[in-house]
């Protein structure tokens, strides 16, 4: 999952021009945001990241040490 999320970022970074170091932070922080929360992933039924570490806690909440939110 680790290779598929650096490849995904390597395509937003070579699909886009880059006026500044802060219009890059931005862009990156937006797509994290994305990724976590609304892209659908496969290794996880489906769902994005965030929904499923919601679903882990409810089920055995000392899996996780803080509750996700």
């Known amino acids: 999952m680790v290779e598929r999320f650096n490849g995904r970022i390597e395509e937003v970074l070579q699909s886009h021009h880059f006026r500044s170091g802060e219009d890059l932070e ?21 769902k994005p990241p965030l929904q499923a570490m919601k679903d882990w806690h409810k089920l055995r909440p000392k899996l996780l040490r803080k509750q996700p939110y």
């Open 26 to 46: 931005t862009t990156l922080h937006r797509y994290v945001w994305l990724y976590d929360q609304q892209l659908p992933q496969s290794a996880l039924g489906s």
